[in-house]
């Protein structure tokens, strides 16, 4: 074999070395391109629908249930204040403040309970922009004569610390603009007296 083609084949041998390296390269820039792309549409997903803060104001009516309901029936509709939080559009966090309040059948007057909650509810997905809130809350529950200031204790109930069970239809108007239709199951811990089911209805709005 002569020099000259000895050296054609190693020229050769070069490109195609030079050529495999380079579609290796090509292909992991690319590789990562589509990882860095496919975050970046997950991350604009997340922030177009769901925005990090919420403020909420609703109206809600509580019902007695077992115990409760010997010595109560239906209260009224009354504001609900709420300030949420979203950890990674799996779970929406925060605090809310409201009246519970319920009918008193002997005296027929109103227990309004001070009622100041921390909630922590999972986001499920069922159809853009319909989702399901499912979680529980601790409440903290200060019974008292009226719904105005300066309060004044019910010297017929204990301050207690509450559980709930909650869930809410939410449906996203925009992505700022979230509405809830929500039902909570809560109860005080200390005693069987102050137990009921809430219903109502929430417009939570960011201004993220």
């Known amino acids: 074999m002569d020099n ?3 050296k054609q ?3 050769l041998l070069i490109l195609i070395s030079s050529s495999i390296i380079l579609s290796g390269n090509s292909n992991a820039e690319e590789a990562d391109n ?16 769901f925005k990090k803060t919420y403020y909420g104001v609703g109206l809600a009516k509580n019902t007695p249930i077992r115990k409760s309901e010997d010595f109560f029936t239906s209260g009224y509709y009354h504001p ?4 949420k939080f979203n950890l990674e559009d799996r779970w929406l966090t925060g605090v809310s403040v409201q009246f519970k309040t319920l009918r008193k059948k002997d005296l027929n007057e109103t227990l309004a309970i001070l009622a100041i909650s921390q909630q922590s509810m999972y986001l499920i997905r069922l159809y853009h922009p319909t989702y399901l809130q499912v979680g529980g809350k601790l409440l903290y529950l200060l019974p008292t004569n ?3 200031l300066p309060l004044k204790k019910d010297t017929d109930y204990s301050i207690e610390v509450g559980l709930a069970l909650s869930s809410a239809f939410t449906y996203a108007l925009t992505d700022k603009i979230l509405a809830n239709i929500f039902i909570d199951v809560w109860r005080g811990t200390k005693t069987k007296s102050l137990q009921a089911y809430e219903a109502g209805i929430e417009i939570d709005y960011s201004f993220n």
């Open 9 to 11: 084949i190693y020229l």
């Open 80 to 83: 609900k204040y709420t300030y």
């Open 146 to 148: 009226k719904t105005s």
């Open 4 to 6: 000259t083609l000895k």
């Open 34 to 49: 589509g990882e860095e792309l496919t975050r970046s549409r997950n991350y604009s997903h997340r922030q177009l629908f």
